[in-house]
């Protein structure tokens, strides 16, 4: 996934779209893995499920996947504050 290209967000939560686009596999992949709890989730009243951001982090460390890009940077590093 491209840098410039933001995942959309809402209240530090990421659509399956957005998860399987970074991991690289299909909606279909993601939707297998919250049904069996490899991979934390709520439901919205819609039926589509958004992913915490601090769930999403700890999937990829538990599974050895690169953490990367702009989605989990914290504040002081988006404002130069790290160096």
Not at 41 to 59: E, K, N
Request: hydrophobic letters at 35%.
């Amino acid at each position: 996934m491209r840098q410039s290209k933001r995942m959309r967000q809402s209240k530090n939560r990421v659509a399956v779209k957005d998860v399987a686009d970074y991991c690289l596999v299909s909606r279909v992949t993601i939707r297998r893995w919250i049904r069996s709890g490899k991979l934390s989730a709520i439901r919205l009243p819609s039926g589509h499920y958004r992913i915490s951001i601090v769930d999403f982090r700890d999937f990829l460390k538990r599974n050895d996947i690169p953490i990367r890009g702009a989605l989990f940077e914290s504040k002081s590093e988006k404002k130069g504050g790290k160096q």
